[in-house]
């Protein structure tokens, strides 16, 4: 364990609820996308002449979503809904992002198990690492630092800037 902001504020755990929300939407999007893909392969998002694959629209949802959960940290359904929200775009661009590298793009690879296989990994790996910030961060409280064995932490507090 290190001191460090990266899984959380400091001295504050993780949020169960919001890492339950966040597992749900990033698994529960990929298989409904994969489901109804399957039921109608040919059905396309166009804008004027331009396709515009579930990739681009889980990159404005990761965005939208996103930025209001790094700048904010209290408890509310507004943050609730945007952690499902980041799941969905989140979960969206994985999906396609094996699939736009190894595929030439289509509606008929999209169905192609290097396509699906790739979705499977890339969404499975996100679940791990939620999961394995969310067991790393209740498992290594603030205060406590790899360095010293995991014995509490005896650097001095940070200067308060007052002279």
């Known amino acids: 364990c290190t001191r460090s902001r990266a899984a959380g504020r400091a001295g504050q755990p993780v949020d169960r609820r919001r890492a339950h929300l966040l ?4 698994a529960g999007t990929f298989v409904l996308v994969r ?22 629209v889980g990159l404005l949802l990761i965005t939208l979503c996103g930025v209001p959960l790094a700048l904010f940290h ?5 943050l609730d809904g945007a952690a499902i929200g980041f799941g969905v775009g989140l979960s969206l ?9 190894a595929t030439d ?38 205060g406590r630092d790899a360095r010293e064995g995991g014995e509490p932490d005896r650097r001095p507090p940070p200067a308060s800037g007052s002279a």
């Open 105 to 142: 793009g289509s509606n008929a690879s999209y169905l192609l198990p290097v396509s699906f296989w790739g979705g499977v990994v890339m969404v499975g790996a996100a679940c791990l690492y939620v999961l394995m910030l969310a067991w790393w961060r209740d498992r290594c409280p603030a």
């Open 93 to 101: 661009g994985l999906d396609e992002w094996v699939y736009l590298i």
């Open 35 to 56: 489901v109804l893909m399957g039921r109608s392969p040919n059905a396309d998002f166009n804008l004027g002449r331009y396709n515009v694959h579930h990739l681009f």
């Open 23 to 26: 597992l749900v939407s990033l």
């Open 74 to 78: 209290r408890r509310s359904r507004v």
